[in-house]
């Protein structure tokens, strides 16, 4: 069955370090992939959107990769602030209908001072 | 403030209660959703409306019900609801039902049952 795997539950870093988030997923590949940040006791809200045609996108401190042959996203947050403290989610099309995303369960962000 | 809000924000009811989450969106979006997030788990997706049709979970309970009355009001029915039911109910808007559109979220309503 089709799954998605954000790479462990939780990541500590130090503020100003480049936090690295992995987003893997088998059997289908999608043709858009979107990342969302939720703080606790919030919404999620959407960071960046990635086609499968593009390698990279980058938005301030924030960059997207999206390698279809090893069906996984990579996303960082250079010179990260305590800010960015949040549980990031990957969430893509799994049904191949181009329509309905499926979540991951997120990475939990902890940036230290 | 992301343009969807829901009401209440916070809920507390009994298995054999009957209650009603709403949600609206002020963004002219033309498909609605709701989710639901239970701890350590990922969002679900229970149904959606758009233009086009409506889309359900088929694993979701019968004990929820959906109703969109028009393209900016969302309702998710609740009754004799379980335990297991609590959680973070979660609506949001997309511009259509397209998985490159953008989904706005609006601020959840925990639910918790007795």
């Known amino acids: 069955s089709q799954k998605i795997e954000q790479n462990s539950e939780a990541l500590n870093i130090q503020e100003g370090k480049t936090a690295t988030l992995t987003c893997n997923y088998t059997?289908?590949?999608?043709?858009?992939l979107q990342w969302y940040r939720q703080d606790p006791g919030r919404g999620p809200v959407f960071l960046l959107l990635?086609?499968?045609?593009?390698k990279e996108k980058r938005k301030e401190r924030l960059k997207v990769t999206f390698d279809t042959t090893l069906k996984q996203s990579l996303f960082h947050i250079t010179a990260s602030q305590p800010a960015d403290s949040a549980t990031y989610l990957c969430?893509?099309?799994?049904?191949?209908?181009?329509?309905?995303?499926?979540f991951g369960s997120g990475t939990q962000l902890t940036v230290l001072p | 403030e992301t343009g969807v809000t829901q009401t209440p924000r916070h809920l507390v009811m009994g298995m054999t209660n009957k209650k009603s989450l709403k949600c609206e969106q002020h963004?002219?979006?033309?498909?609605m959703y709701w989710y639901k997030q239970s701890a350590k788990k990922p969002l679900e997706l229970m149904f959606v409306?758009?233009?086009?049709?409506?889309?359900e979970n088929n694993s979701v309970p019968s004990r929820f019900s959906p109703e969109c009355p028009n393209s900016s009001h969302l309702f998710l029915h609740l009754h004799t609801l379980q335990p297991e039911d609590s959680a973070l109910y979660l609506c949001a808007s997309s511009q259509e039902f397209r998985a490159w559109n953008e989904q706005f979220f609006g601020p959840g309503t925990r639910l918790t049952v007795l």
């Open positions: 409306y758009s233009l086009e049709e409506r889309v």
């Open positions: 059997n289908y590949s999608p043709a858009y």
């Open positions: 990635i086609r499968e045609n593009e």
């Open positions: 969430a893509l099309d799994l049904s191949g209908s181009a329509r309905q995303l499926t």
């Open positions: 963004l002219g979006h033309n498909a």
